[in-house]
């Protein structure tokens, strides 16, 4: 299995409050991904990266907000959380661009908004 | 812009009996195909690729699936299936200079003992 982890796990937080999630990863892919998964919707790019500090928005990126500071760690931050935030967030990683290479995912973080 | 349908939510199927699960895309430009896996309470593992070179592809556990250009398709299919391919799966596109993977909603397949 390719080396990345999302923490936490399993998060309930009210609404309003901000909540950022971690992946981390231990193959030193140069591409990350944030998607959310929500019933009949399959899932949705959130935010990528392409590099340290290089970063792009995906289709469903607003309240949402990233940074890659390091290879390894690509955190997303809901500045104010909402009820329809409440999804499975997954973590991907790629070495080259995920248009002809496979995306490695992790065991997702489920965020509860209440 | 890229899509993907996937036209069935649910499919249930008597084990041992052959299933397939559909999958239409639509793309300007040249496209990459795949087709992932979710087993309950996982992440998503990636099944089978289309990329380029024969339009037939396999995957180790007995999947395959056909690229067919002029229907735009990439079925998945299975002549047997077994219990433990009870899972959910994605059918997803990427286009040739689009380093973004779009996915369809997810066929969740059910296997009837």
């Known amino acids: 299995d390719a080396g990345i982890t999302q923490s936490p796990r399993h998060k309930v937080t009210e609404t309003g409050t901000p909540v950022t999630l971690r992946c981390h990863q231990t193959e030193n892919h140069r591409y990350m991904y944030w998607y959310r998964q929500d019933p009949g919707h399959g899932l949705r790019l959130i935010h990528y990266?392409?590099?340290?500090?290089?970063?792009d928005k995906g289709e469903v990126s607003d309240g949402y907000s990233v940074s890659r500071s390091k290879t390894e760690d690509f955190l997303l931050t809901l500045e104010s959380a909402t009820s329809s935030q409440t999804s499975v967030y997954f973590c991907?990683?790629?070495?080259?661009?995920?248009?002809?290479?496979?995306?490695?995912f992790g065991q997702g973080t489920r965020l509860t908004v209440v | 812009a890229q899509s993907v349908t996937q036209l069935d939510s649910q499919v249930p199927v008597f084990e041992e009996a052959p299933v397939e699960l559909r999958c239409n895309y639509s793309s300007s430009v040249s496209v990459y195909l795949f087709w992932y896996v979710q087993y309950p309470n996982q992440g998503l593992q990636l099944l089978l690729k289309y990329l380029s070179g024969s339009t037939l592809v396999e995957s180790i556990n007995g999947f395959e699936a056909e690229f067919n250009k002029s229907q735009t398709s990439f079925h998945l299919r299975k002549p047997s299936v077994h219990i433990s391919d009870t899972a959910e799966y994605f059918c997803?596109?990427?286009?040739?200079?689009?380093?973004?993977?779009?996915f369809g909603t997810g066929t969740r397949l059910t296997i009837i003992p």
């Open positions: 990266s392409y590099g340290v500090k290089d970063t």
């Open positions: 991907a990683i790629s070495e080259r661009r995920s248009s002809n290479t496979e995306a490695f």
């Open positions: 997803a596109v990427s286009s040739f200079g689009n380093e973004k993977l779009t």
